[in-house]
């Protein structure tokens, strides 16, 4: 069964305007990643925050992570269509051994 | 950096036919994982490797999937007497495990179409 799950599933806005993902666990963690995946393609990795983090920054990518209220956020400022693709969150559990992912959003930027 | 590979990236098959996947994962890393992602869903766990052991199997493992890492290197996922519901994309990754986090680098995955 899933870990993580997404919210929303699917975002649609425009070119320019900022994206937010949330992501809920249930578990104590190691770490939460995001990733992305074009139709069809393998996930590319985005970000990794560590369990002790609450805050990293990326180029345009803004993770927040929340281990009280066990959720995570995904920001992306200044969308571009290029960004348009499913974001998943992945959890490690604090064991290490196994990382476990959500059903996803779909993000699409209308250009 | 020549990333995770498999092959092949497409197959087509007849149902209660024999299919194997094949995974070279970045040569450095010493883990290997095998997820299962169907139309819509986010990638599901299956198995993962550290070196050559299998440490872990997933439920969604029936006894007709089965996955070696020979030495530690590439990876083969075997699926016997493919059923429909087989149909999906299956993706390899793989990751340098330290004591700093996990980032698992995914391939391209590959395609399976069950007839």
């Known amino acids: 069964s899933q870990q993580g799950e997404e919210d929303p599933q699917a975002l649609s806005i425009q070119e320019g305007e900022n994206a937010t993902m949330n992501c809920s666990y249930k578990t104590s963690i190691n770490n939460l990643q995001w990733y992305r995946q074009n139709s069809g393609r393998g996930l590319v990795h985005l970000i990794l925050i560590r369990s002790n983090e609450r805050e990293k920054h990326s180029g345009r990518l803004r993770v927040t992570l929340d281990t009280s209220k066990k959720s995570s956020s995904l920001l992306i400022t200044a969308s571009r269509a290029a960004d348009t693709a499913s974001y998943f969150c992945a959890t490690t559990n604090t064991g290490g051994f196994k990382t476990i992912f959500g059903a996803g959003t779909r993000l699409f930027v209308k250009a | 950096d020549t990333g995770v590979s498999q092959n092949p990236r497409h197959k087509i098959t007849k149902r209660g036919q024999n299919v194997t996947f094949r995974c070279d994962p970045i040569s450095e890393h010493n883990r290997l994982y095998w997820y299962r992602q169907t139309l819509g869903q986010g990638p599901e766990f299956l198995t993962y490797?550290?070196?050559?052991?299998?440490?872990?199997k997933s439920r969604l493992l029936s006894d007709r999937f089965s996955a070696e890492r020979p030495k530690g290197s590439f990876s083969t996922l075997e699926i016997q007497r493919t059923e429909q519901g087989d149909s999906a994309m299956y993706l390899c990754a793989s990751s340098l495990v330290t004591g700093f986090g996990n980032t698992i680098y995914f391939g391209e995955g590959s395609w399976l179409t069950v007839v």
């Open positions: 490797f550290q070196n050559e052991a299998q440490l872990e």
